[in-house]
Nanobody
Framework: QVQLVESGGGLVQPGGSLRLSCAAS????????MVWYRQAPGKERELVAT???????NYADSMKGRFTISRDNLKNTVYLQMNSLKPEDTAVYYC?????????WGKGTLVTVSS
């Protein structure tokens, strides 16, 4: 089993930045890919960015150049640095870990971009 706890969400003005963290605990040594998703009000959950254990990253097109995913394997933590935030980035951001074909989810952290 893997437990995930997200943190770092909050209220930020348009153009501002936030860094989200996702701390993993439990059976973390076999986690392969870690992923950030988000779900805006009234919309489906969408993929934001992925990072493999070796550090290979992928981003949704709308996040490229503004968001950066990174991973500290020693701390079992994945980060999402979000810059140039827009009101449409308002969402609950979820951390996901993949291990032996299973998906584990955190409870999410709310990001609100508003003036």
């Amino acid at each position: 089993q893997v437990q995930l706890v997200e943190s770092g969400g909050g209220l930020v003005q348009p153009g501002g930045s936030l860094r989200l963290s996702c701390a993993a605990s439990g059976s973390t040594s076999d986690i392969t890919v870690m992923v950030w998703y988000r779900q805006a009000p009234g919309k489906e959950r969408e993929l934001v960015a992925t990072i493999s254990r070796s550090g290979t990253t992928n981003y949704a097109d709308s996040m490229k150049g503004r968001f950066t995913i990174s991973r500290d394997n020693l701390k079992n933590t994945v980060y999402l640095q979000m810059n140039s935030l827009k009101p449409e980035d308002t969402a609950v951001y979820y951390c996901n870990a993949r291990r032996f074909g299973a998906n584990y989810w955190g409870k999410g952290t709310l990001v609100t971009v508003s003036s």
